[in-house]
């Protein structure tokens, strides 16, 4: 079929060509989302890539978000709930060595070297994953840079961690070649792989660094590129709150302009017009030489207008002609917390936190929708803590420490080298979330257990973000202090039921603890 040219819509693709109007009765590809009448011409037909989407806009999105978080309430409080529910108390590693000596070691080594972890002294290493992650949320990307103190230092951690923020690589420094290669939004790329980062020596925004605009070459193996990519082959990380930064910012106008609308109409309590131009006051006197007595106190004069303050239980008389409009102001309807309450969703939808988070709004709260709102949530965590957090930022930085460790001859492994991979198998554990109802919970976890559905190990791991062999030692420790005492507790299995009953020598606990269950 042979198109004419007003067939043709004005908009064409990258390639030139032009897109068929659905006015011609023609469908793009079949589909009516693909069209481009009048009802779709102004529906933007971008196809950028990765990086090419995020040049030009990134400065203006982390700038727009960091001046949220200082000022909104909700955007740091978002920030804040993230933060504590991906790292809590930090994210461990539980080291999986078959030989247990050699285990303790680096456990022992591990917790004496965590609180050494930051080149600049002010946190420990899962102080630095709370920063890290604070940095990924509001600038899109955190840059973890590796460090080794000088011996005479006399640290016994051999290698340290700095955190950068995203502004601090120069995402408006590119120079490609040819062949794909260069420098592409501050990162230096060889042969498709990340070679090495330029960072300014100092963060930009602190002028009084002389040097805050000089770059240096940092080699990529040096540094842990902590964000959350969205698309394949994107270099740069985007401020996790990118899409909803013009709806906040819309609220924060719209709440101010209630807050001030309200203000206002509590300035006038009423206005003094002249219905007729006969009308006048005793004595001829006009509104702004009023006596007293007639409506109250006098207080003063607004652009030589007369404000005039009536005082509670007074019945002034008005002289012929005269008459007092009481202000009568506008509301903005019933509908506007209903409509706050669906803003403030839509918010917490693209922040990945539920209403109730963002608000501490609880009302209306039932168990089965808190429960079913945090499970997605956490399920959401888990994704970011293993996908960036653990695989970007801890995981590289205890391989390297070991390594470092086993080098130095603080740890001795004599195969390490040759069998590496199997001394690099870590488990991170996060920190544990807090029941939702714990009496229900327990229960869910006994019955699991019992059932073959999972393990003390995994519960425990899940629920404390302990390690196992912890609790069971502390048990342990637990009932040989009870029998060196004589004391005998209804907790204690051993010896009670699960209702406290008192079993000699707990030979029948099991069957009672049963029965009452």
């Known amino acids: 079929m042979r198109l004419d040219a007003a067939s043709h819509s004005p ?11 659905a006015a011609a009765g023609e469908y793009a590809g079949g589909f009516e989302g693909a069209t481009t009448g009048n009802r779709l011409a102004d529906w933007g037909l971008s196809s950028m890539g990765p990086n090419a ?7 203006t999105l982390r700038s727009r978000q ?11 409080g978002g920030v804040d709930t993230i933060v504590a529910n991906m790292v809590g108390r930090g994210i461990r590693p539980l080291w999986n060595f078959d030989d247990k000596e050699v285990l303790k070691r680096v456990q022992d080594e591990w917790y004496d070297d965590v609180n050494d972890a930051d080149a600049d002294g002010v946190c420990s ?4 994953q709370a920063l890290a992650t604070r940095t990924m949320v509001n600038s899109g990307e955190a840059f973890a840079v590796y460090s080794y103190p000088a011996p005479h230092e006399g640290r016994a951690n051999p290698v340290q961690i700095k955190i950068f923020e995203g502004a601090q690589l120069d995402e408006g420094y590119t120079q490609t070649g040819g062949d ?6 501050g990162i230096e790329m060889r042969a498709g792989r990340r070679a090495a980062y330029h960072f300014f020596k100092s963060h930009p925004g602190e002028p009084y660094f002389l040097n805050s605009f000089e770059r240096m070459r940092v080699p990529a193996t040096e540094v842990a590129h902590v964000y959350r990519p969205l698309r394949p082959g994107q270099l740069r990380g985007i401020p996790w709150f990118h899409n909803i930064v013009l709806k906040l910012h819309d609220i924060d106008q719209c709440v101010d302009a209630e807050l001030v609308r309200r203000k206002t109409t509590t300035m006038f309590g009423g206005f003094i017009k002249q219905i007729t131009p006969g009308g006048f006051l005793p004595g001829g006197a006009t509104p702004g030489g009023m006596p007293g007595n007639l409506l109250g106190h006098q207080s003063g004069t607004t652009n030589a207008a007369p404000v005039i303050d009536l005082r509670p239980g007074t019945f002034p008389q008005l002289p012929s002609g005269w008459d007092v409009s009481f202000a009568q102001p506008t509301d903005v309807g019933g509908n506007y917390v209903a409509w706050m309450v669906q803003q403030l969703r839509d918010v917490a939808k693209g922040m990945g ?3 109730e988070q963002l608000t501490g709004d609880l009302a209306g709260v039932t168990y089965t929708s808190i429960r079913a709102g945090l499970l997605d949530f956490r399920r959401r965590l888990e994704q970011l803590i293993a996908m960036s957090l653990v695989y970007q930022l801890c995981r590289p930085y205890a391989w390297r420490w070991l390594d470092l460790k086993v080098v130095y001859g603080a740890i001795v492994i004599p195969d390490y080298f040759a069998r590496r991979h199997v001394y690099r198998r870590i488990d991170w554990q996060p920190d544990g979330w807090d029941w939702v109802d714990p009496v229900k919970d327990v229960r869910a976890a006994i019955m699991e257990v019992r059932a073959g559905f999972n393990s003390r190990q995994r519960v425990v791991a899940r629920r404390h973000g302990v390690d196992v062999e912890d609790i069971d030692r502390e048990i342990k420790e637990d009932n040989d202090r009870a029998d060196q005492s004589g004391l005998v507790l209804d907790s204690d299995p051993r010896k009670t039921t699960s209702g406290g009953i008192y079993q000699d020598g707990g030979q029948s606990a099991g069957r009672d603890g049963d029965k009452e269950e």
């Open 66 to 76: 960091a001046e949220l978080v200082r000022n909104n309430p909700l955007a740091g």
């Open 53 to 59: 989407a995020v040049e030009g806009s990134l400065a």
């Open 11 to 21: 908009i064409i693709d990258r390639h030139g060509r032009p897109f068929v109007s």
């Open 353 to 355: 936190i539920t209403y």
């Open 125 to 128: 290493f899962y102080g630095l």
């Open 180 to 185: 794909g290669n260069g420098i592409r939004l």
